[in-house]
């Protein structure tokens, strides 16, 4: 499916509908096969022992995936996650950004199923892999 929303327009719509965490993101890349988004890694998102929290992953794929499905579908607020897994591979390098590589592997009428990796910036081995599902509004 073409894009319809490119970098500029997801990120402004990221600012618009979710302030309160648009600031953690920035969306690197987008086109027909993968959706890249950088998480700047801050002390609020670290755990006991210096790492980044499981929660924090979490969120960078629940992101990534939202805004792959809004690249292609435009300015779907009410499209939600409806089911996740998601495998802690290693523990992510101290001091890096983490960067998920979103790619969509169904997008139906209804439901939307999307694959991300995450990675610790500059290291090609995953530190987690998820697999979302998310569901779709009837559109008019």
Not at 75 to 83: H, Q, S, Y
Not at 115 to 127: A, K, T
Request: net charge negative; aromatic share 6%; hydrophobic share 45%.
């Amino acid at each position: 499916m073409p894009i319809v929303m490119d970098v500029d327009a997801l990120m402004e719509f990221l600012r618009r509908e979710f302030p309160q965490v648009s600031e953690d993101f920035v969306i690197e890349e987008v086109t027909e096969e993968l959706t890249t988004v950088r998480l700047a890694v801050g002390e609020r998102h670290l755990r006991p022992g210096g790492t980044v929290s499981g929660p924090t992953m979490f969120a960078l794929a629940d992101v990534g995936i939202y805004l792959a499905i809004l690249a292609r579908l435009g300015p779907v607020a009410l499209a939600v996650t409806t089911n996740c897994s998601i495998d802690f591979l290693r523990k992510p390098a101290s001091g890096r950004d983490l960067v998920s590589k979103t790619r969509i592997l169904k997008l139906g009428r209804v439901l939307v199923v999307g694959d991300v990796l995450i990675y610790s910036e500059g290291d090609d081995r995953p530190v987690a892999r998820a697999s979302l599902t998310y569901s779709i509004p009837p559109r008019a």
